[in-house]
């Protein structure tokens, strides 16, 4: 089973524009996340896909590998898509370009469901969080899953998932962490289906996946990354190093 790691790097970005190209600690942000992807020792290859020249010289000029997009892309997954379409390989990790620190150990259990998947009855892999603070469960911009008594994905939202008409029963809220493990004929799929409603209104692309019949299985971590989404953030990283 060949696996390979692809990281989706767009120059724009509304919140940060160009930050995957900022300094951190004597190396851009893209340099250090593919550097890490790399250093899991995970991966048969790790590749940038990007729309940026500026990105593309970066990681060529670094000794790393990297592919142009040829086509404009709303979302990573089409990104990626592009890329891989023709390349021989079984298993794509989505790995996200903002977050240099990368853990080995919930990607090593998100490649192990596609290992332990003899039926390939799994057509994508994810990690999820549990979240217990009721400002984090009513964040918009923490995405919740709730998944079957298997793990499989039922549904993802902005909104609070399940709602919590009965207070006492138990439930846990569950964030999605967006690393993906795709099969490759699952990825490429996606690509060439068209955007439904669900998918318009939330501006989740993984529910692209589930309103076409695709089976996510989801695992569940402690670990959450930390992500470069602003210049505090930027920041925060750069103490960490």
């Known amino acids: 089973m060949k696996i390979i790691a692809v990281i989706p790097a767009r120059y724009a970005s509304t919140r940060f524009p160009a930050k995957l190209m900022q300094d951190l600690g004597g190396k851009t942000v893209i340099s250090r996340t593919y550097q890490a992807a790399v250093n899991t020792r995970l991966f048969d290859d790790v590749f940038v896909v990007t729309d940026s020249i500026l990105i593309y010289d970066e990681i060529i000029s670094n000794g790393g590998k990297a592919i142009m997009s040829v086509k404009e892309h709303e979302s990573g997954s089409d ?14 990790v989505n790995v996200q370009g903002d977050e240099p620190f990368i853990n080995a150990e919930p990607l090593a259990k998100v490649l192990d469901v596609f290992r332990n998947d003899f039926d390939k009855k799994v057509d994508l ?3 999820m969080v549990e979240i217990t603070d009721e400002e984090d469960i009513n964040n918009p911009n923490n995405v919740k899953v709730v998944t079957d008594q298997s ?19 138990g439930v846990r809220y ?18 060439h289906l068209p955007m439904k409603s669900l998918e318009a209104s939330e501006k989740l692309e993984q529910l692209r996946y589930l309103e076409f019949g695709k089976r996510i299985k989801m695992v569940e971590t402690t670990h959450v990354g930390i992500g470069i989404d602003t210049p505090e953030d930027l920041e925060k990283a750069r103490k960490m190093l």
């Open 151 to 169: 793990g499989f994905a039922l549904y993802f939202s902005r909104s609070v998932i399940p709602y919590p008409r009965e207070k006492s029963v």
């Open 174 to 191: 569950m964030k999605h962490i967006g690393i993906y493990a795709f099969r490759k004929e699952a990825l490429l799929a996606f690509y």
């Open 125 to 127: 892999a994810s990690l």
């Open 79 to 92: 990104r990626i898509a592009e890329a891989v379409e023709n390349l021989d390989v079984d298993i794509v």
